[in-house]
């Protein structure tokens, strides 16, 4: 499965992104999609995942509703809408595919893509 997020850049403090997560093979779209971010010499962190048929979420505490990750349709990427940003959200921004769910562990998430990074200045 090869994965491709796209769509980060800088922003202001207040602003939002939206970071797209696209998918080779059918069988990845099956998977759970899950968005990670590793800032600057810190661990990568789990950000939020989605299911394959777009029922159903999770995220990380910190999101606390300022993420939001969805699907329109099974072929589509994945998408990571993230408003009010911080600078402390300045991060590579990953998306991955497990066959399981409700992990928040990067060992549990088996295809990545790249990253994409995203700055966001005060």
């Known amino acids: 499965v090869q994965l491709q997020a796209s769509g980060g850049g800088l922003v202001q403090a207040g602003g939002s992104l939206r970071l797209s997560c696209a998918i080779s093979?059918?069988?990845?779209?099956?998977?759970?999609t899950g968005w990670f971010r590793q800032a600057p010499g810190k661990e990568r962190e789990f950000v939020g995942a989605i299911n394959w048929s777009r029922s159903n979420t999770y995220y990380a505490d910190f999101v606390k509703g300022r993420f939001t990750i969805s699907r329109d349709n099974y072929k589509d990427p994945v998408y990571l809408l993230m408003n009010s940003l911080k600078p402390e959200d300045t991060a590579i921004y990953y998306c991955a595919t497990s066959r399981g769910w409700g992990s928040m562990r990067s060992d549990d998430f088996g295809s990545w893509g790249q990253g994409t990074q995203v700055t966001v200045s005060s």
């Open positions: 093979e059918r069988t990845g779209r099956a998977y759970t």
